[in-house]
Structures are given as structure tokens and as C-alpha cells.
């Protein structure tokens, strides 16, 4: 392998010459070039955007993917540039577990048709957070990326380039000093006497040498003042793209919550249709509990639930509680419901409730009802009133107040 012997020896004067300039920097014995107070804001700036912007994109992926171990997969695959391979959500791996225990303890007990109902809601949940952690990933993760890998690195390189330039510059400005006080002494002492002409031409020779010098240190002086100057400008015109860096990660950040908010919106949803599913079939599998579970000793009556009071049962009439004898065989008809004469309670709706059929009292969110409750009913459900209204109401749909 050939070298260049002169452009080798060249580089190593200059990089020598740079570093004694930054030490004497250092040291307080050398003059520095500042820059003006809008550059130095500049970098100021961008050195902020930089770090905030690394802090964030860390955090976020942490948000994203709680995992270390699998973060540290997915950041190898990117480096080696290949795809990252699917990996299931907690959410959908739950599902499968309830899914799988469902099918062992029968899928029509109770209990089976519950863990499959939850499961699917699960699955929902872990598809939507999938969506979520590509959306937030495509349309806020890989724009910060992108910043740091090629916008950053690109001013970085500007910026090093041109604090060697600076050095360079001040190193000039150093040698220019230095030779024109040289010059000056030169001049300041020339020896005219007759009895000793030698050293007065060895003098006006030293001068004209210093002379030749200062004009070198000069040129040298105007070269790097220019490539500095030039240098100067296109770290200028990088620096002051930050800004329209931060248009575009505020509008990376706008998408970031828009897909955050959809995720939760979906997550919301699906809760709440599965808690209506889970109090609209609760009756039937407590019923199917009870037909498939063996025999058990006689046990006595069914009561209302423990918070509630509830109106005691009259023994051989056509009514019960006021009730008609329907109400015991499942059948209920708001109209013939008449509140008993004590035990009703206030309560507040937690979550709107749409009624299934005519027996049912819509619900909207933070009103408030009666409740009461009524002999030979499904300890999940109470009377609800609002008004001339009256329904069956879940209680999961509601807080009881003193």
C-alpha cells in the first residue's frame, strides 16, 4: 500500500498544530475565536433538541415494550437490517390461556363460557395493543430516530469541522502575532555602525526574512479566515433546520396521541361490552351452576344481596312482596312491581347501561335511582326507579349509598 509521504507529514503538522492550539486554549495562553451570541443559542439549541429528543425516544420505547430482553432483540435486528419476527402481546397470549382452560373445564359450565368470553375480550385488547405499538412506532418513534441517525450526525460532523477550522484560524492568528513582533524587534535594533557593517547586513537580512514571514502568516491568515467564514455559514443553515425539526416532531407527537387515545377509546369499549355481557348472563350461569353441581343438602332460601334489605317472603298468597308469582318464575312486568315498604336505597349509575328487553331499565352514567330488591330474584339484579320508570338493573352497573 502506497503513501503519500508529503500529504502524510502535512496532516500531522496541522493535527500537531491543532492540538497545541486547543491546549494553550485550555491552559489560558492562547486567544480564542468566539462565535456571535445567535450562533453560541444555536448550538445551545440543538444540543437540547438532541438530548431531550434521545431521552424521550428511550423512554417511549420502554412505554412501548416494558420488556429489556426484547428490546434489546429488536434493536439487533434493526442493526443487522432485518425484520423484526411477530411476537404475540400479553393480551392475546392471555387469551389463549383462557381459551385452552376453557376447553378442559368444559365450554358449557359456567365457569368455561366466562373464561371464553373473557379470553376473546383479551384478544381484542392484544390486537389493539399491537396496532397501537405499530402506529406509535411508524409515526413517532422512527421520525425521532431518524433525527438523531442522519440529521444529528450530519450537524455533528459540521460542528467538528468547524471547530477545526477554528483551531486553524487561531493558530494563524498566533503565528501572524509572533512574526510580526519578530519583525518588529528586527527592525528596533539595527547595528549602523561602520566599524562592524557585517552585522548590519546579518540585521536588515533578519528583517527582510521577518518581513517575508508576516506576509506568509498573513496569506495563510486570509485562507482560513475564508474556509472558516464558508464553514461557519453551512453550520449556520443545519442549525437553524432544528427548527423546523421541532414542526415535524410536533406533528410526530399529534399522531402519537391521536393512536394513544384510539388504543384506550378500543380498550374502554371492550370492557364495557364485556362487563354488559358478563352482567346480562350472570343469572344463567349461576342457573347452570346450580344444575351441574351434585346434589347438596337442603339450604335455605335465596336472598338479596347482603347490602340490601330484603322484604320478606308471605307465605301461601297470590302475591308475593306485591309482586305477582311470575316475578319467582322469571318473569317480571315493571308495571305490577310495587316498592316495598321499607329497604330501598339511593343509588349512583356508574356506566350507561342499554336495556335488553321491556323488563329492563335503561342506565345512563353518574344519575341517580332507587334500587330495591325482591324475594326469589337473581342476587345480581335489583328493582331500579327513576321516576314513573322501573326496571331490572345490574348490580355492577351501580354504587349503593347509605
Not at 68 to 90: G, I, Q
Not at 319 to 330: D, R
Not at 349 to 364: N, Q
Request: charged share 25%.
Amino acid at each position: 500500500m502506497e503513501f503519500n509521504v508529503k500529504k502524510l507529514a502535512s496532516d500531522a503538522g496541522v493535527f500537531f498544530s491543532r492540538a497545541m492550539q486547543f491546549t494553550e486554549e485550555k491552559l489560558g495562553q492562547a486567544e480564542k475565536t468566539e462565535l456571535d451570541a445567535h450562533f453560541e443559542n444555536l448550538l445551545a439549541r440543538a444540543d437540547c433538541t438532541k438530548n431531550w429528543t434521545e431521552k424521550i425516544l428511550r423512554q417511549t420505547e420502554v412505554l412501548l415494550q416494558p420488556n429489556p430482553s426484547a428490546r434489546v432483540e429488536e434493536f439487533l435486528y434493526e442493526k443487522l437490517d432485518r425484520k423484526v419476527p411477530s411476537r404475540v402481546t400479553n393480551g392475546e397470549l392471555l387469551a389463549q390461556y383462557m381459551t385452552e382452560a376453557a376447553n378442559d373445564f368444559g365450554p358449557g359450565t359456567p365457569y368455561g363460557k366466562t373464561l371464553i368470553k373473557v379470553g376473546e375480550t383479551q384478544r381484542r385488547l392484544g390486537a389493539a395493543e399491537r396496532e397501537f405499538i405499530h402506529s406509535a412506532s411508524i409515526n413517532f418513534l422512527t421520525p425521532l430516530r431518524n433525527f438523531l441517525e442522519g440529521d444529528w450526525r450530519t450537524i455533528s460532523k459540521e460542528r467538528r469541522i468547524l471547530q477545526n477550522r477554528r483551531l486553524d484560524l487561531d493558530a494563524c492568528k498566533a503565528r501572524l502575532k509572533k512574526a510580526k513582533a519578530a519583525e518588529a524587534k528586527a527592525a528596533a535594533v539595527p547595528d549602523f555602525q561602520e566599524t562592524r557593517p557585517r552585522n548590519y547586513v546579518l540585521s536588515a537580512s533578519a528583517s527582510a526574512l521577518w518581513s517575508d514571514e508576516v506576509e506568509k502568516a498573513e496569506h495563510e491568515l486570509r485562507l482560513t479566515q475564508t474556509e472558516f467564514d464558508r464553514q461557519a455559514e453551512v453550520t449556520r443553515l443545519l442549525l437553524e433546520g432544528i427548527s423546523s425539526t421541532h414542526v415535524n416532531h410536533l406533528r410526530c407527537l399529534h399522531e402519537f396521541v391521536e393512536s394513544q387515545t384510539n388504543y384506550y377509546a378500543q380498550c374502554y369499549q371492550f370492557m364495557l361490552d364485556l362487563q354488559k355481557q358478563l352482567g346480562r348472563f350472570s343469572g344463567t350461569f349461576v342457573g347452570n351452576a346450580d344444575s351441574t353441581s351434585p346434589a347438596a343438602a337442603p339450604s335455605p332460601p335465596a336472598v338479596a344481596a347482603a347490602t340490601l334489605p330484603a322484604v320478606p317472603t308471605i307465605p301461601v298468597v297470590p302475591t308475593i312482596g306485591g309482586v305477582p308469582n311470575t316475578v319467582a318464575e322469571g318473569v317480571l312486568n315493571p308495571n305490577e312491581v310495587k316498592p316495598p315498604a321499607s329497604g330501598t336505597r339511593k343509588a349512583r349509575v356508574l356506566y350507561d347501561y342499554e336495556a335488553a328487553d321491556s323488563t329492563e331499565l335503561a342506565l345512563l352514567a353518574d344519575e341517580m335511582i332507587t334500587v330495591y330488591s325482591l324475594p326469589g330474584m337473581d342476587p345480581d339484579w335489583l328493582i331500579g326507579e327513576r321516576g314513573n320508570q322501573k326496571g331490572k338493573v345490574p348490580v355492577t352497573y351501580l354504587e349503593l349509598l347509605s
